[in-house]
């Protein structure tokens, strides 16, 4: 599980009790402290009400996120296909680039509230290489910290490409409420 902007790796650790039991649940911590406490996966900065985000930033924890990804994955002996990233709005983001740009490690995508970073998706895609991954994205209508254009967006390049999805917009703001959540642990129920 991938948390957002200025959270922590405890903050979606509350799903772990209704997905399966089979599960093994573990939940990343973004390397970026901040300063009015909580995480970051890469800073935001606001210009002229537009926000930019630092690329150096994206491309570490990217990297650090590969090597917990290996590290779990031989500690508790995961093969890619049982692998799934669950990411809320900054981590659903990461869970996204790690997904298009590293498929072989991931069978499934959870992106709640978040959306595809074009800089930071694959030019060209083969879908027989992401055939075998399934995205489930869910997004507040009236969500005012990112736009539902943007996952709209980027529904445009999963369909692009054929990827698998399945997508719906709940009547929230930027966050999960209970129909989403319920939405997702059926998808994921279904993926089992």
């Not at 902007?5 to 799903?15: I, Q, R, T, V, W």
């Not at 935001?44 to 990217?62: C, G, L, T, W, Y």
């Amino acid at each position: 599980m991938l948390h957002g902007y200025g959270s922590n790796k405890e903050d979606l650790f509350s799903f772990a009790e209704e997905l399966p039991k089979e599960f093994c649940v573990i939940s990343a911590q973004a390397p970026i402290e901040m300063d009015m406490g909580g995480y970051c996966w890469c800073e935001i900065n606001f210009e002229n009400e537009i926000k930019v985000i630092n690329p150096q930033q994206i491309e570490m924890s990217v990297n650090l996120l590969l090597e917990f990804i290996n590290e779990i994955s031989e500690k508790y002996n995961l093969a890619p296909n049982e692998i799934s990233f669950m990411g809320f709005s900054q981590g659903a983001i990461l869970a996204y680039i790690l997904a298009l740009n590293y498929p072989k490690k991931v069978k499934n995508v959870l992106a709640l509230s978040g959306y595809i970073l074009e800089d930071f998706s694959p030019e060209f895609i083969k879908k027989e290489d992401y055939s075998h991954i399934d995205f489930f994205i869910s997004h507040g209508k009236y969500d005012d910290v990112i736009s539902i254009n943007l996952p709209r967006e980027s529904l445009e390049i999963l369909k692009k490409f054929e990827l698998n999805f399945s997508y719906k917009e709940y009547e929230m703001g930027h966050g999960i409420d209970k129909d989403c959540f319920d939405d997702m642990i059926q998808w994921i129920n279904k993926k089992i």
